[in-house]
């Protein structure tokens, strides 16, 4: 998942080099939803491990 939100980081730099502002935005909204994601996969993952023990 962390994967695909540099993906789109790095498409949404590209798009706003080349002045295509709206794909950029598009593609950086996208980047900070997957990031968010991953950040609370993450977390919940972390507190079961814990949980576990």
């Known amino acids: 998942m962390l994967y695909y ?3 789109f980081f790095i ?4 798009a706003a080099l ?7 935005a ?12 991953f950040l609370i996969v993450s977390l919940v993952t ?3 491990s814990l949980a576990k023990r």
Do not use: D, M, N, T
Request: aromatic share 14%; glycine share 18%.
């Open 5 to 7: 939100a540099v993906v």
């Open 11 to 14: 498409i949404a730099l590209i």
């Open 18 to 24: 080349f002045g295509f502002g709206g794909i950029a």
């Open 26 to 37: 598009g593609a950086a909204g996208i980047a900070k939803i997957l990031f968010v994601v």
């Open 46 to 48: 972390f507190l079961l």
